[in-house]
């Protein structure tokens, strides 16, 4: 079974205990992505699927893995989502809920037998669900100092120069954070 992950964030950085058995490939499906969730363990803007968001282009690598419950929980482990939460952990074949049909069709033109994804909501101000404002994406990286700024600094850099949302560019024009 040919399983794959989708990605836009640290996974591509930082896979852990996420077994790779291919290289990140650039193309990806769109997906409606943006820097919208205040991070539980660290301090940092993630970028997450939010509908109200352009679609961005994504990566994709295949995992080492030929069992679909195998590859949603090693995802779920290096994203550190509670076991409560299985919806958080996207996949097709999907056992919370709904495929989602941009994905299926990248699927199957990519001749996959699976695919995961993180299936994080937006989140901001502890309050799931709930998307910060421009002004308050912006705010909240004045709040920082020292090193949880450089932190989240490094978040925005490192994320994919194509992955280039609405509050990347605001970003990058108000505080000079171009990606590396």
């Not at 949880?148 to 108000?174: G, N």
Request: charged share 30%; aromatic share 8%; proline share 10%.
């Amino acid at each position: 079974m040919r399983i794959a992950c989708i990605a836009w964030g640290s996974l591509i950085w930082e896979p852990r205990e996420l077994r790779l058995a291919s290289e990140w490939h650039p193309d990806g499906p769109l997906l409606p992505l943006e820097f919208v969730r205040d991070s539980d363990d660290s301090d940092e803007l993630a970028v997450v699927m939010h509908e109200a968001a352009p679609p961005m282009p994504t990566y994709w690598a295949l995992l080492d893995t030929g069992d679909l419950a195998t590859a949603r929980e090693m995802l779920r482990q290096r994203e550190k989502i509670r076991p409560e939460y299985p919806q958080w952990v996207g996949s097709i074949p999907n056992p919370c809920g709904p495929e989602d049909p941009r994905v299926a069709a990248w699927m199957r033109a990519h001749e996959l037998d699976a695919v995961v994804w993180t299936a994080l909501p937006a989140k901001f101000a502890k309050v799931s669900e709930r998307a910060p404002s421009a002004h308050e994406a912006l705010a909240f990286f004045g709040s920082l100092e020292g090193e949880q700024r450089r932190k989240a600094e490094e978040y925005v850099r490192k994320v994919p120069p194509e992955i280039s949302t609405l509050y990347r560019k605001l970003f990058e024009e108000k505080l000079g954070l171009t990606p590396e």
